[in-house]
């Protein structure tokens, strides 16, 4: 099996995934259909003489205008008990003193001194909290869509009808100072706007700082009737430093005196409301829709109608909410009847709008059940009749009056209700498509394994057919398409690729194959692979468990290392190893000591337990669960008041990037690489320690960045910039060093020795093909090892030998860990400081666990090599352990958005594409460095042969010698056992990606799977629909990692191969 071959093949697989991902995608998160309707003045929402009040102004539109002017204060993340005041101690309780409580205490003041001139609400707010989408439902009445959660990084203009849009068109004059997301959704819809950057969230004044500049300005100038400043501190000081922070009590503070000064300049015609758009949870994330903040009252929706009525303007066509009827009552002078009366006026117009609109969406979308939709209609007419009754006869009794309000109140609530249940158009076409292009795909893995190690299985004539069966399917759809002129749908068209060139394959592989063995032999899970799979899939369709999954999964890590344990106890491996010592060229057979013992084995298993537990004290805690409390040192050091601990903890921080950068160095010092003079190791030698010391150089910068005087700010904020680019940079050359010369051993050069007899070949001269290499290169090293110890006969003398190579033994591990090691600083720079410690009990874990794994796998001369299932199994959910040590959860709101300024503090400009990279490889930096070392699990038993060994050396006598020249010592062939067999090699690589490929595929299956069955579920945008979000995105960084892991394998033993060739045809010279 050639190496081009493996690739291909693996690269087919993952573009199935894709194409299942990419299908089940476009049927599950599906956008709603956004009506172009808008409405006027001049249609009312509904048939009937104008509504009550309106008579009063000529010009007054659906109903007359109670203000002529708003100032409406956005305060990012603005939660409810915010405003709240500091609560009173209770004798025989603890003083418990919060920051964030009392520190607005002008609403506080305005609610008792003036009650009739006040209201406080608590909102509740529909999922997902991004600020785009709250803008969206802010403006529009509507819910935004879950897929829209993506267009955060780069909002789109709202298309549907909105406040902003009616302001305009009732030619109202809209000043708009703060957050830069609102230009993307109005481009030039304001008479005056002050933008300013909003995405850098360690920024915590720039913006502020920029609306108080010109607020009082703006509103003592007069030249405005809708003025909007969205300030963004609030929220950017709960992303840094949470809201237990003292620094939260300086930006809350700030936000009263706002509050205050506004309250001081407005006038008796101007409206002020001061809302959030979201709140914000313990961890200082975006929250708002869980239960930290109190039950449900008003939906955030709300405010949309209560503001157009008040305003004198049409509600939006598309508005969901329900007016909030209590601020049409009028002031405290007015009669209940009057005040009565204009509620069930306000909410009746609100309720022809909503019914007005379901009509028209329903027409449009057919998405609506028809059974509610009728039962809703009923209760409208109904509570229509009842408002006309009541306005013909306007001195009923009051309970009548409540009973119309009632009515209304229920039709309105009902509606939401249904749209909320409704609005994710499902395509379940699309769904089942997506579930059995992903369930074949994993079946292809599971099947392909087992192809891999077979001998003369023909996967290279194979690869041609289906790439041929999928450019056939491809050229069908798109000549259907054209025929009946529909438009191309690339999804489609990638399912439809996807699934012929699945169906060709299986079915060449089937006849290939033929039935000379039955079926249920081609799956081959263990016992205990097969249940951690049924427990990690049945997980994923129950809410509390896809909720609890951080805690979960490292105890399931837990239990399947004891499983291993015991294990390898039951089967004897661990007392009577099954190392098969091959014999050297001129030299008898021996064998070997057990490369481990049970004690050893126990002890690594009890280093594993005990990693994964110290890795489980860096938790995020979900908002689901208001009780648990997140580790405090997820949180970056600038966040920390007290100096003192800020330096301990910086110092630890240090420490734990040194003995990173000190273990790898060992490591090949252990083996030998470290001496060899090839550019990576030299690389290793000096830009290693480089990019540590601007590792720690950059943490210093940014946890003392407040402390700074000011005028050495310039120079931190340039080294701000130049530092984390500087490590990134070196991290891009060390890679490409490492591409270029993979290769590094230690060749050394002598003369006057004999040479060696020649190389018995079935070839004369030097090999020219493959085979002819294949053959000759394990019998070069050999001899290369002999000739040193000298134990070869000797023939005719032909010169001297002039070459000897060392470190041979662990070229594929070292080029590997190298690889992984200049791959971890980068990403570790896009964490918080304290993460470095979970940095180093990764590869602290991973190290100990391959050495576990190792235990089990004998090693073999002539093949087939083969990694356990267990293997690629733990090796998966050590990556989604390391996913939730690292401090992330798998939702929106629990995305770290600061690593899309570590090196760009001042922003991207227009860029979109490089934050969004950021930002995943913050978020998915386990799953990366998991799938790139993935190769380590076949390479690791070879490698530790040497252990073994080396217990084997010389006898006492020799001691001093063997301190001279160690590398005179016998020396393992360790990895190079897998060139004995270079075919088996491949098959090797292959097999382990398919395997490690099903065991992602299955996780993602399940997603999709639970997803679908409970798309109804109350929870599935909180919970199910984030869960399959995040598995989707974590396969394809996996997948990609993977393939680049395999690919580096295969370049360096394509290295290895031309080190060879070149070193016999020197010989042959």
């Known amino acids: 099996m050639q190496k081009i071959s493996v690739l291909l093949f693996l690269t087919w697989v993952c573009f199935l995934f894709y194409a299942g991902i990419a299908l089940f995608t476009s049927g599950f998160l599906l956008t709603r259909l956004e ?57 025989g309780e603890p003083l418990v003193s919060l920051p964030f409580l009392g520190k607005l205490g002008t609403l506080q003041r305005i609610l008792e001194t003036q009650p009739h001139h006040a209201r406080l609400y608590r909102s509740q707010v529909d999922p997902p909290t991004t600020t785009m989408q709250r803008l969206k439902a802010l403006t529009t009445g509507s819910l935004p869509t879950f897929i829209d959660a993506g267009s955060n990084f780069a909002s789109h203009a709202i298309m549907e009808d909105n406040l902003i849009k009616q302001l305009t068109s009732a030619g109202k004059r809209v000043v708009f100072m703060g957050d830069d997301t609102w230009k993307d959704l109005f481009p030039g819809a304001f008479s005056q706007a002050f933008f300013f950057p909003s995405f850098n969230v360690r920024d915590l004044h720039t913006v502020d700082n920029g609306i108080l500049e010109h607020l009082y300005p703006t509103m003592d100038g007069g030249e405005w009737d809708v003025l909007i400043a969205h300030f963004l501190g609030v929220d950017h000081c709960g992303h840094k430093h949470g809201p237990h922070h003292p620094e939260m009590a300086k930006k809350l503070s700030q936000m009263d005196q706002v509050i205050q000064g506004l309250v001081d300049r407005v006038e008796n015609d101007t409206l002020l409301v001061v809302a959030g758009d979201h709140g914000m949870t313990m961890n200082g994330d975006h929250g708002g829709d869980s239960e930290l903040e109190e039950p449900e009252v008003i939906p955030q929706v709300s405010l949309v109608p209560t503001l157009a009525l008040l305003l004198g303007l049409p509600i939006p066509f598309g508005n969901i909410g329900e007016v ?22 306000a909410l009746h117009l609100n309720a022809q709008q909503v019914s007005r609109f379901l009509h028209t969406y329903s027409a449009a979308a057919q998405d609506l059940k028809d059974k509610e939709l009728h039962q809703l209609q009923n209760l409208f007419s109904k509570a229509s009749a009842d408002y006309q009754w009541l306005l013909q006869s306007p001195q009923q009794a009051e309970a009548t009056q409540q009973t119309v309000i009632a009515e209304l109140q229920q039709f309105l609530r009902g509606a939401r209700t249904m749209c909320i249940e409704s609005w994710a158009r499902f395509s379940l076409v699309r769904m089942v498509g997506g579930a059995a292009i992903l369930a074949a795909a994993c079946f292809l893995c599971l099947l392909a394994s087992q192809w891999a190690t077979s001998p003369g299985f023909p996967f290279c004539p194979l690869l041609l057919i289906p790439v041929a069966g999928g450019l056939g399917g491809a050229v069908v759809y798109v000549g259907l398409v054209a025929t009946i002129g529909l438009r191309l749908d690339l999804v489609l068209l990638g399912a439809v690729a996807a699934m012929c060139s699945l169906l060709t394959f299986l079915w060449k592989a089937r006849a290939a194959w033929g039935s000379r063995k039955p079926l249920a032999t081609l799956l081959p899970l263990p016992g205990s692979v097969r249940l951690f799979l ?14 609890a999954d951080a805690r979960a999964t490292p105890f399931l890590l837990d239990s399947f290392i004891l499983l291993l344990v015991a294990q390898l106890h039951w089967e004897g491996q661990l007392l009577s190893p099954k190392l098969l010592t091959v014999p050297r060229l001129g030299s008898s057979s021996s064998t070997g000591l057990p490369r481990y013992s049970g004690a050893y084995a126990l002890r690594l298993g009890v280093g594993l337990l005990l990693c994964t537990r110290l890795a489980g004290l860096f938790h995020r805690c979900p908002e689901e669960t208001p009780a648990c409390h997140s580790s405090p040192w997820l949180s970056p050091l600038a966040s920390m008041v007290d100096g003192r601990a800020k330096n301990l903890w910086y110092g630890a921080c240090v420490v734990a990037l040194l003995a990173l950068l000190a273990a790898v160095r060992l490591w090949l010092h252990r083996y030998g690489n470290l001496k060899s003079p090839e550019p990576p190791m030299l690389f290793v030698r000096w830009g290693l320690p480089l990019m540590a010391l601007g590792t720690a ?12 005087p000011p005028r050495l700010r310039a120079l931190v904020a340039g080294a701000s910039v130049v530092l984390p680019r500087a490590v990134a940079g070196l991290a891009v050359s060390g890679l490409m060093l490492l591409l270029w010369k993979p290769v590094t051993v230690l060749v050394k050069a002598g003369t006057g020795a004999p040479r060696t007899r020649t190389v018995l070949t079935p070839f004369s001269g030097p090999p020219t093909t493959q085979a002819d290499l294949d053959y000759v290169v394990p019998q070069i090293y050999r001899h290369m090892q002999e000739e040193f110890r000298g134990r070869l006969e000797r023939t005719k003398s032909q010169g001297p030998l002039t070459v000897a190579a060392y470190q041979l033994g662990s070229v594929y591990s070292a080029a590997m860990v190298t690889a992984l090691t200049l791959l971890a600083f980068p990403l570790l720079l896009l964490h918080a400081e304290r993460i470095s410690l979970v940095f180093l009990l990764l590869f602290l874990q991973s190290f100990l666990l391959l050495h576990l794994l190792a235990a089990g796998i004998p090693i073999t001369t002539l093949g087939p090599f083969t990694v356990p299932w267990q293997a690629v199994s733990a090796w998966a959910l050590m990556a989604t352990q390391t996913f939730y040590s690292t401090g992330h959860q798998p939702v929106f709101p629990a995305i770290h958005w600061h690593a899309a300024f570590v090196g760009f503090p001042d922003g991207h400009g227009s860029s979109t594409w490089l934050p969004a990279l950021l930002v995943g490889a913050n978020t998915f930096a386990s799953h990366l460095l998991f799938a790139v070392g993935c190769p380590l699990l076949l390479l ?19 001691e001093a010698e063997a301190r001279i020249r160690p590398e005179e010592q016998e020396q393992p062939l360790m990895e190079m056992r897998l060139r004995d067999a270079p075919h088996h090699f491949n098959a090797a690589l292959l097999q382990l990606g398919l395997k490690y490929l099903f065991v992602l595929g299955v996780q993602i299956l399940a997603c999709a799977l639970a997803a679908s069955i409970l798309r109804r579920h109350l929870m599935v945008w909180k919970v199910f629909a984030p869960k399959f979000i995040f598995e989707a995105l974590g396969f394809i960084v996996s997948s990609v990692g993977l393939l680049q892991g395999i690919t580096l394998v295969m370049r360096v033993d394509g290295a290895v191969s031309s080190w060879f060739k070149q070193l016999v045809l020197a010989q042959q010279r």
Not at 534 to 547: E, G, K, N, P, Q
Not at 697 to 708: M, V
Not at 940 to 958: A, D, I, Y
């Open 35 to 91: 009506l172009t309707n808008h409405s006027t003045c001049q249609e009312p929402p509904g048939p009937g003489s104008p509504p009550w009040g309106s008579q009063e102004e000529p010009r007054a539109c659906w109903m007359a205008s109670r203000f002529s002017r708003v100032v409406l204060v956005l305060i990012d993340a603005l939660r409810f008990d915010f405003a709240q005041p500091q609560r009173s101690h209770v004798p």
């Open 324 to 345: 909030m009827a209590e601020l049409f009552s009028g002031g405290e002078n007015s009669q209940p009847h009057s005040s009565a009366l204009a509620q069930a006026t």
């Open 534 to 547: 049924l427990i990690r899939l049945a997980a994923f369709f129950s809410d509390s468990f896809v909720v």
């Open 697 to 708: 150089a950059y943490w210093a910068l940014a946890s003392g960045a407040d402390e700074i």
């Open 940 to 958: 690791w038993p070879f490698l530790c042969e040497s252990q073994g060994l080396q217990k084997r050396q010389q006898p006492p006598g020799n």
